[in-house]
């Protein structure tokens, strides 16, 4: 029972679990070879209604952030890490919609609706990641124009973006009150990207670095005020904290499903390994564990609802849920011997995928940065 859902909220979960089940799980292990999800299931998503779930029509699909959360929950409970909706729909959208001109947002979020064009954000260079102070990406206005110069790395959905809002300095001298974002369209010229990272998880996830090398960029490609970019990023990290919340909780929902079938069927010694009270009192703990945290995260989601969520508990909702999801699919793997450190099986790339949750979208160390401040 979640009490936050509606009926509506279901309906959706429903489909999308539908669309996940037939057009993205035949052909993961294909994608996951070849390093890239292909531009056609992005167009299949947004006409079945599964991308930027919360924006009003044409821009999205007319939801709230629990539409959103359905196709997050669908997609992570299926297993389906890698799949970079959520960035482009919950993270890259909200930019364009609550700092955009209405011509910014008429040019662009309709196309990113219907998956006619994929959205990634571009923050991080070799020398900034948890510090966003020290980007060095420069952009410099002359004339009616920004010439943008600098590198960006771990861009996730990076070789298949059509567009990207990208993080740049303006007044080098006054770090984090001199940043700005800007929209960078694939195409432009002094635009280019490398190709898709080797990482030891997310495999068809096409993440890469970035290149810009005097790239002209019309003055109307800034997004919002010039120097404001910093206190916009801080605006949307408590929506896009929560939405990794709500992935590392349905993953580790999904995989203590899988991995309880697995220990039920597997006989080692003559007993099955869920009759060993060892297993029985991990499985135990874990789901003990996952309900509170569901309850915890049921409530965030019902708080951002009400444009409530502040950004402790968002931090807090971020660390709880990818902490416990990576100690649970760790001690998952260990139940399933060495078939879990096999690639074929489930929870092998679960426990890979999901490291990188840890990381990105504020590291845990920064997250207890954040709440530690409480004291
Ligand atoms: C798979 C993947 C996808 C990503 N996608 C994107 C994307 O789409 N767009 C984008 O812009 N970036 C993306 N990133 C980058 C990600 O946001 C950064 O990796 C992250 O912010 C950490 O930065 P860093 O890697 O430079 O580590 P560093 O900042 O160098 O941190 C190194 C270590 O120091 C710790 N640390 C840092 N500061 C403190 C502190 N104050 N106190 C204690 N410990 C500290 C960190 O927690 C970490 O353990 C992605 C990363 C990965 C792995």
């Not at 994929?118 to 010439?147: C, F, N, Q």
């Not at 990290?237 to 499903?257: F, N, P, T, W």
């Not at 849920?321 to 139940?335: F, K, N, R």
């Not at 845990?364 to 940065?369: C, G, H, P, T």
Request: charged letters at 20%.
């Amino acid at each position: 029972m979640r009490t936050v859902l509606r009926e509506d909220h279901l309906l959706l979960r429903e489909q999308a679990d539908k669309f996940v089940a037939a057009e993205i799980l035949p052909h993961l292990a294909a994608w996951e070879r070849e390093g890239i999800t292909p531009r056609a299931l992005w167009r299949k998503a947004g006409a079945s209604g599964l991308l930027n779930c919360s924006l009003p029509p044409p821009y999205g699909q007319g939801g709230d952030f629990g539409h959103a959360a359905m196709v997050i929950e669908a997609l992570a409970h299926a297993n389906c890490l890698g799949i970079g909706f959520s960035i482009h729909s919950d993270m890259v959208s909200p930019y364009l919609w609550n700092f955009g001109t209405d011509a910014q947002k008429e040019l662009w979020l309709p196309r990113m609706a219907r998956g006619d064009l994929i959205g990634a954000i571009a923050m991080t260079e070799p020398g900034a990641g948890s510090d966003l102070k020290a980007v060095r990406t420069r952009a410099r206005r002359e004339g009616a124009h920004y010439v943008l110069n600098g590198q960006k790395t771990f861009i996730t959905n990076g070789v298949n973006a059509g567009l990207v809002v990208v993080l740049a300095s303006t007044e080098p001298d006054l770090g984090a009150r001199g940043l700005s974002l800007f929209i960078v369209e694939e195409g432009m010229a002094g635009f280019t990207k490398g190709p898709a990272l080797q990482k030891i998880g997310q495999h068809s996830q096409d993440t890469c670095e970035l290149f810009f090398d005097e790239l002209r960029l019309p003055a109307d490609y800034l997004l919002g005020q010039e120097n404001e970019g910093f206190g916009y990023v801080t605006h949307e990290l408590a929506q896009e904290r929560l939405a990794i919340a709500l992935r590392a909780c349905a993953s580790l929902e999904g995989m203590l499903q899988s991995g309880a079938e697995y220990v039920r069927n597997r006989k080692v010694f003559g007993r099955r390994v869920l009759d060993y009270q060892n297993t029985r009192f991990k499985l135990a703990d874990a789901l003990a564990k996952a309900r509170m945290l569901r309850v915890f995260l049921d409530d965030c989601l019902a708080r951002h609802l009400q444009g409530q969520l502040d950004s402790v508990t968002a931090a807090m909702a971020k660390l709880n849920a990818t902490e416990l999801q990576g100690q649970v699919l760790d001690d998952l793997l260990q139940m399933h011997g060495g078939y879990g450190y096999m690639a074929e099986y489930g929870i092998a790339r679960a426990w890979a995928d999901a490291r990188a949750l840890r990381l990105f979208g504020g590291s845990s160390e920064i997250l207890r940065e954040i709440i530690g401040k409480q004291f």
